[in-house]
């Protein structure tokens, strides 16, 4: 492909204008005429003014497209706006077009086609200072067409006007059709699609072959003096590879991981410095509530002393009591004797007397005793059968009352039958008929009373009739009696006040865990975390529920409900799962039910899970990351959906008013707000529920009391109705009396006289008499002994009875304390704890409690500074959000900075958890997602690329040698070749990169610092790694971008080769005089370019150079072979730039010629006051050839003739 038409609109200075080519073009002109500016047109054309692709205005040495020693850079921008000498001749926003019309020579096949680049450009002023800003650049290839500037201008009552940039597609496609216009934005894609269509193809090439063509001919263009052959190979031969934003990439990516490292550790640190004041905090916790329990212990234990003491005390007033006792009964039976003996000496003296009826009044005596007896036994059962009636009557009463109430007559409906009411009617009644003076009964005449039985005795037995007919109706079970279900009713009601009591603690418990900002878990769960603490504390076992919030209240109940008991899974670090849960698996019954969450396999399954939109897990905060991942994983597909309708057609789902699916099914799944348990407002809406569910339960355990105490009330009084037998005993007592009065009459009737004296027995019993008087006054004597002693025991009991009472509020107040620390601390069990106190309490050493109580409350001191000095710590170095409040102590041991201590212990648990299961778990995975992503970049993309890199730099060197094989130039057949050698400096980093690259996995499954390698490449990774975290930036990237420039890892040579002659060594070569090395230099940027073009690859290439200030270092006859060996011997289309004092050696060899000239302009042109003109030329070579031919003849005849004139002369 050759350059066959170049239009130039708004370019530069120079005209708009067309330039025909053709085989060799020679741009001339003076020193700043614009040829340079023509020849930067073409090379924007072929570079796209892509970035190190390029350089303006090549021909000055010391130029570079950077702008370095302060010097004015041109831009494409500055060239649509026509800058010379930083004035601009366009000073309004300008488009400018450049177009390149590329042709097939004769033997390739492939069609004609344009590369267009438009750009519009504006002038931006600050002050005097003025800089060109590009704003739109277009690019096209437009294959099968050969673009004419009259397509990209419009014409219009005699004035041109240049074609919008923004109506330029458009009129392109209206005048070649859509197929003929392809338009790129990017510049890569532009280039891919011009060496594509510059080689035939319909398509486009790679990038890589894109930008190494362009480069060749950015390079050939710019001519650079060869001032060492070793960096004219690096430089101009091979291709510089830029690494430079990998290495400080790979270089970032350390000292992130460095620096996450460092916080890691840090974090680490805290969390550890977090346990300790945890733990500490704990320790507190646990010795307060020793130290509680200790002075409840000690004051149960002093109580229980005291009460053995008091317990002694009423046994020895029992035991003085009783032998009181004894001792009245001494006296009685003393006077008894008295009385007996006494008898007997009336007896003798009868006797004695000779009295005939002593006998007979004898025997009606003994009977009148006999009968006595009788009548006082008969009178107390009247008595008691007395007070058993009014009993009954009462508790008739009360029974009635009761059967009278809602509760027992709806609970027992027989009840209340006429029967029962007429029971009750006739006991009520009977009151009326028994006797008023049943207590004269007692006295000796009760003749009146026992007139009054017998006249009412048949009204007497009809009230114990009555009785007992209501006795019968509860007691009797044979006949249905109605005690039984009254009992079973007065034990379900007080089953349901112990289970609506039992309820209600269970609520208070749950809402002083609310209150304290902790969650009531199920009771196995509670066990099976106590277990785990016990016995596996390094597993941290926590619950699910403690980890999750639901952002949307709205979403909360249906969410929990669809989770279920799975809320309630255990949470443990990921080395202790199996333990936990064979843990769990060897509690006893039903505790292990437990579940204990698969937190690593969560994690990793959870990586795999894409989220929809609506899932679930998107209204969810967590401050766990297993927590996170095990709903992501088991939810996550769980999907938020708007109706029944919605739901019926999702595979997992839920909705908003508590309804899901799942398994192909759909249920109810919501759940009440007494049970929510996700975040803080959940918590804070169970409590209110909680609270709303105590007053019920308040409410309905009152109720229950009350049933209770009635049906327990009726329980009493019926089981306190007795049988009745009070009119038989009244009988029994009338018919004692009767016998009485007979015998008293029998006795009136009795003529007793007297017979003879018994002196010898009346003197015997009398003085057994006077033995019983001695006896009775010892006894007088030792009562009051007994008394007085008994009075000292009743004092020290009293006392003891007063020193109880104040022990006994001195153990409430400690039971007290104790239930205090439950409201508090809800983990702690009070009902358990006392009643092992209550235990301890009976075998208490005091002194050794007392030293205890000594040691634990210094242990708690120290516990309270250790907990002040940790978190002091913490906050000094954690971030803001992270600090833990905690109030200065104040010098005061008491309930107030236990409750403090609590409140600090569960902040520095939620801390705690938030960095070590949240922050760290994230920072790690991040630290080994950089890891990773670090070792990618720097074995991949460092590497990789360094040692494909010294591949590609040897078989490009190969390649060349192999392409200058064909490449003879001169008389001599002279050609070249590279050669290159180690250089011992870099040998160890190349062998570092081939270890890298071979080394199986690494990368992937191997971790570049966990590799082994040999001992020399792991001093070069320290090397690197040392490098990369170098706090010197600049030193260490220009280190860096050493090592990594694959270019300097050889020295290269090139060897002239002449047949039959040493190879010469051309950096040995050099004399002095430049023009020897330019010859060669040409001849492998000739094979260098050939090579990038791809010449030996299809059969359409371009053959197109240009070159700019050419041949400034080489003669006339060797610049002539160069354009020669690049025309004939290459058939490359040459395109060069000279001066016009030195085109004129050059004339008979070029087709076309442009002069360039800058001249005044009569007008001026915006800034500027010149103006450009350009010649264009067409050489009719044969004649020039003839013509110079000609002129050569006569300027050696000349000089022949001078020769001669000289010689003749001397």
């Not at 002196?759 to 033995?771: G, K």
């Not at 047949?1059 to 051309?1066: D, F, R, S, T, V």
């Not at 003669?1115 to 289309?1133: A, K, N, P």
Request: glycine content about 6%.
């Amino acid at each position: 492909m050759f350059l066959k038409r170049f239009i130039f609109i708004n370019w530069g200075n120079i005209p708009t204008l067309d330039f025909e080519f053709g085989p060799i073009n020679l741009f001339s002109g003076g020193n700043g005429s614009g040829k340079t500016t023509a020849a930067d047109a073409i090379q924007t054309i072929m570079t796209a003014a892509h970035e190190n692709l390029f350089q303006y205005n090549p021909g000055q040495d010391e130029t570079t497209q950077r702008g370095r020693g302060g010097k004015r850079v041109r831009t494409l921008a500055s060239y649509v706006l026509g800058c010379d000498d930083g004035s601009y001749a366009r000073l309004e926003p300008s488009d400018g077009y450049l177009a390149a019309v590329f042709h097939p020579n004769n033997d390739e096949a492939a069609e004609p086609f344009t590369a267009l680049i438009a750009v519009r450009a504006w002038l931006e002023r600050a002050g005097s200072h003025a800089v060109a800003r590009e704003d739109v650049a277009q690019f096209y290839v437009l294959p099968g067409v050969e673009l004419t500037q009259q397509q990209l201008v419009d014409e219009a009552a005699g004035s041109r006007q240049v074609l919008p940039v923004t109506e330029l597609q458009t009129r392109l496609v209206q005048a070649l059709g859509k197929r003929r216009v392809e338009r790129y934005d990017g510049k890569k894609a532009y280039l891919r699609r011009l060496y594509g269509a510059l080689r035939g193809k319909p398509e486009s090439v790679s990038d890589m072959e894109a930008v190494a063509a362009a480069r060749a001919f950015s390079r050939f263009m710019a001519y650079k003096p060869v001032k060492s052959i070793d960096r004219f190979v690096a430089d101009e031969i091979l291709e510089q590879r830029d690494l430079g934003e990998a290495i400080r990439s790979v270089s970032s990516q350390l000292k992130t991981i460095h620096g996450m490292e460092r916080d890691a550790a840090q974090l680490v640190e805290s969390i550890d410095t977090l346990a300790r004041a945890e733990g500490h905090a704990q320790t507190y916790i646990a010795h307060w509530i020793d130290l509680n329990l200790l002075d409840y212990t000690l004051a149960k234990a002093e109580f229980e002393l005291r009460q053995q003491d008091f317990l002694h005390g009423r046994e020895q007033q029992r035991d003085g009591r009783r032998a009181l006792q004894d001792t009245d009964n001494a006296i009685v039976v003393a006077g008894d004797e008295a009385r007996s003996v006494q008898q007997q000496l009336i007896t003798v003296e009868a006797q004695r007397q000779g009295i005939s009826a002593l006998q007979k009044k004898d025997e009606l005596e003994q009977q009148g005793r006999v009968l006595d007896t009788a009548l006082r036994d008969a009178v107390r059962r009247v008595l008691d059968e007395d007070q058993a009636i009014t009993a009954n009557i009462q508790a008739t009463r009360e029974i009635g009352r009761l059967l009278a109430t809602p509760g027992i007559g709806d609970a027992l409906p027989q009840l209340a039958g006429l029967q029962t009411q007429a029971s009750v009617r006739a006991v009520e009644a009977s009151a009326k008929s028994v006797l008023a003076n049943i207590h004269d009964l007692v006295q000796r005449d009760a003749v009146g009373t026992v007139s009054a039985i017998e006249q009412r005795q048949d009204a007497l037995r009809e009230v114990q009739s009555a009785h007992n007919q209501w006795y019968a109706l509860w007691h009797d079970r044979s006949a249905g009696g109605q005690r039984d279900p009254l009992a079973e009713l007065a034990h379900a009601r007080k089953a349901r006040y112990g289970s609506l009591g039992a309820q209600r603690v269970d609520k208070q418990r749950e809402i002083a865990r609310l209150d304290a900002n902790e969650v009531s878990y199920p009771g196995y769960v509670e066990r099976a975390l106590n277990a785990i603490r016990q016995q596996c504390p390094a597993a941290d076992p926590r619950v699910l529920c403690d980890h999750v919030e639901v952002r949307d209240p709205r979403w909360q109940s249906a969410i929990e409900g669809y989770i279920g008991s799975a809320r309630y899974a255990i949470l443990v670090t990921e080395d202790f799962e199996s333990e936990a849960i064979r843990i769990v698996r060897r509690l006893p019954g039903r505790d292990n039910r437990a579940r204990v969450i698969q937190g690593a396999k969560a994690a990793e399954d959870a990586a795999r899970v894409r989220l929809d939109e609506d899932s679930i897990i998107h209204v969810l905060e967590f401050s766990h990351a297993v927590a996170r991942a095990y709903l992501v994983a088991s939810y996550g597909t769980v999907l938020r959906v708007d109706s029944a309708e919605q739901l019926r057609r999702t595979r997992r789902g839920v909705t908003e008013d508590g309804m899901g699916s799942g398994n192909y099914a759909m249920w109810r799944c919501d759940v009440p707000d007494s049970e929510l348990v996700f975040g803080a407002a959940a918590r804070e809406r169970a409590l209110r529920a909680k609270r709303d569910e105590l007053a019920v339960l308040e409410q309905e355990w009152h109720q229950a009391n009350d049933q209770m105490q009635q049906s327990e009330s009726l329980l009493r009084s019926v089981d306190s109705l007795r049988q009745s037998e009070y009119g038989d005993a009244l009988q029994e007592v009338a018919s004692i009396q009767r016998r009485i009065d007979e015998t008293a009459a029998l006795l009136g009737q009795l003529d007793l006289s007297e017979h003879r004296d018994l002196e010898d027995r009346l003197q015997q019993l009398q003085r057994r008499i006077d033995e019983l008087d001695a006896r009775k006054a010892e006894l007088n004597s030792r009562k009051g002994r007994l008394q007085t002693e008994l009075e000292g025991i009743e004092q020290q009991i009293k006392a003891l009875g007063a020193l109880q009472e104040r022990n006994r509020e001195k153990v409430e107040t400690h039971e007290a304390a104790l239930q205090g620390i439950a409201a508090v601390w809800p983990d702690f069990d009070v009902g358990a704890r006392l009643d092992g106190a209550d235990g301890e309490a009976k075998t208490l050493q005091v002194e050794s409690a007392t030293a205890q109580r000594a040691e634990t409350e210094r242990l708690l001191h120290a516990a309270e500074r250790r907990t002040a000095e940790e978190i002091q710590a913490h906050n000094q170095r954690c971030r803001p959000s992270d600090q833990v409040a905690y109030a200065p102590f104040s010098g005061d041991y008491g309930p107030d900075l236990f409750a403090s201590i609590c409140a600090v212990s569960r902040e520095l648990d939620r801390v705690h958890n938030i960095l070590k299961n949240n922050i760290l778990v994230d920072k790690h995975r991040a630290l080994a997602e950089l890891k990773a992503a670090f070792n990618n970049a720097f074995v991949s993309h460092l590497c990789h690329a360094i040692y494909q890199a010294l591949g590609e730099g040897r078989r490009q060197i190969d390649l060349l040698n192999r392409e200058l094989q064909h490449h003879q130039f001169g008389a001599d057949r002279e050609t070249f070749r590279f050669a290159g050698e180690w250089v011992p400096e870099y040998r160890d980093y190349s062998r570092f990169f081939e270890d890298v690259v071979k080394t199986p996995g690494l990368g992937d499954e191997v971790n570049l610092f966990d590799a082994a390698l040999s001992e020399r490449s792991d001093r070069v990774r320290e090397e690197l790694m040392a490098l990369l975290l170098d706090e010197d930036e600049g030193k260490a990237m220009r280190d860096l971008a050493r090592i990594a420039d694959y270019r300097n890892y050889r020295r290269y040579e090139i060897y002239k080769e002449v047949e039959g002659k040493e190879p010469i060594p051309l950096s040995e070569y050099g004399t002095g005089s430049g023009g020897q090395l330019e010859t060669p230099a040409y001849i492998i940027r000739s094979a260098a370019i050939t090579s990038a073009f791809r010449f030996a690859e299809g059969g359409v290439h371009l053959r197109m150079v240009l070159v700019d200030e050419a041949f400034s270092k080489m003669d006339e006859t060797r610049s002539r072979e160069v354009i020669r060996y690049l025309s004939e011997s290459l058939g490359l289309q040459l395109l060069f730039i000279m001066p016009t004092s030195k085109c004129g050696p050059y004339m008979d060899l070029i087709s076309n010629e442009f002069v360039f000239a800058k001249v005044p302009s009569v007008t001026r042109r915006g800034e500027l006051n010149t103006r450009v003109l350009v010649d264009r030329k067409q050489v009719n070579e044969a004649r020039v050839r003839e013509l110079w031919e000609s002129h050569r003849r006569s300027v050696y005849q000349q000089a022949a003739f001078d020769f001669m004139e000289e010689f003749a002369a001397q």
